[in-house]
């Protein structure tokens, strides 16, 4: 769990960094006294800071933060929950207040990240993974962010792209004028697993299935050439159960 403990006195309380997402200004100003009162720090930086052990969201969305939250396993909680702990004066148990509990709220995409708010809490989502990045500047910072708060590690993020000892994934953006550097054919043969960048957001919402990994494999250069104007199925209403579009399905491997 990412709630940990700091001695305060004779007793050990838990530790509460919040950040916020999706919050009106008014109650993001309110909020810091509120955190005078009862204990715990805020974090108000835009993007996901590493010490974060609790986000506040409004609503679910596919940001950075937000995703960054879950793959690290932080209590996701509805607003609700600051409205009753302001009202009794005191931390409650967060429980009843966790996102997934107010799913119902969502509709489609949405639904399916409040679901997944909580999926990731007994293990880091990307704990393990030694990744390469093969993306956009602009797309680097994120997706580096989302990879390390998961337990990962970025072991390259610029060409020239090698095949390092240990390297279990490498991601890429079908839209990246780099994507023809990375050398698909001596990753596979190296085992490593390489995928459509695209796949991090489903995969931290449904975990590793089989068919999903399937529909954003990436199995040979010539695919990355193809797939840069194909439309993939929305994979939201299945539970990431959806079958590859025809043309990826005869893609074969190099």
Same mark, same amino acid.
């Given at each position: 769990?990412?709630?940990?403990?700091?001695?305060?006195?004779?007793?050990?309380?838990?530790?509460?960094?919040?950040?916020?997402?999706?919050?009106?200004?008014?109650?993001?100003?309110?909020?810091?006294?509120?955190?005078?009162?009862?204990?715990? =720090?805020?974090?108000?930086? +835009?993007?996901? &800071? #590493? %010490? *974060?052990?609790?986000?506040?969201?409004?609503?679910?969305?596919?940001?950075?933060?937000?995703?960054?939250?879950?793959?690290?396993?932080?209590?996701?909680?509805?607003?609700?929950?600051?409205?009753?702990?302001?009202?009794?004066?005191e931390w409650l148990d967060e429980t009843r207040f966790t996102l997934d509990k107010f799913s119902d709220n969502y509709e489609g995409k949405d639904?399916?990240?409040?679901?997944?708010?909580?999926?990731?809490?007994?293990?880091?989502?990307?704990?393990?993974?030694?990744?390469i990045l093969c993306c956009s500047e602009a797309k680097i910072k994120n997706f580096k962010g989302i990879i390390t708060?998961?337990?990962?590690?970025?072991?390259?993020?610029?060409?020239?792209?090698?095949?390092? =000892?240990?390297?279990?994934? +490498?991601?890429? &953006? #079908? %839209? *990246?004028?780099?994507?023809?550097?990375?050398?698909?054919?001596?990753?596979?043969?190296?085992?490593?697993?390489?995928?459509?960048?695209?796949?991090?957001?489903?995969?931290?919402?449904?975990?590793?299935?089989?068919?999903?990994?399937?529909?954003?494999?990436?199995?040979?250069?010539?695919?990355?050439?193809?797939?840069?104007?194909?439309?993939?199925?929305?994979?939201?209403?299945?539970?990431?159960?959806?079958?590859?579009?025809?043309?990826?399905?005869?893609?074969?491997?190099?």
């Open positions: 769990a990412v709630v940990s403990t700091q001695s305060t006195g004779d007793e050990d309380k838990p530790t509460r960094n919040f950040m916020l997402s999706a919050m009106p200004e008014s109650e993001k100003n309110e909020f810091p006294a509120l955190l005078d009162v009862l204990g715990g =720090t805020y974090l108000p930086s +835009a993007n996901f &800071d #590493t %010490r *974060c052990t609790h986000l506040v969201a409004r609503k679910p969305s596919r940001n950075e933060k937000y995703l960054s939250a879950i793959a690290a396993g932080c209590i996701i909680l509805h607003p609700s929950y600051i409205e009753a702990c302001r009202e009794k004066g639904k399916n990240l409040a679901k997944a708010s909580g999926k990731w809490r007994e293990q880091k989502a990307f704990a393990g993974w030694r990744v708060a998961g337990g990962g590690v970025v072991i390259q993020e610029k060409p020239p792209y090698s095949v390092l =000892t240990g390297t279990t994934h +490498a991601l890429v &953006d #079908t %839209r *990246c004028s780099n994507k023809h550097e990375l050398p698909v054919g001596a990753l596979l043969e190296a085992g490593a697993t390489c995928v459509m960048l695209d796949y991090i957001p489903d995969y931290l919402v449904y975990g590793a299935k089989e068919r999903l990994l399937q529909a954003y494999q990436v199995t040979s250069r010539s695919q990355l050439v193809a797939s840069s104007s194909q439309q993939k199925r929305s994979l939201d209403q299945n539970g990431g159960n959806g079958t590859t579009p025809s043309k990826r399905q005869r893609m074969s491997k190099s």
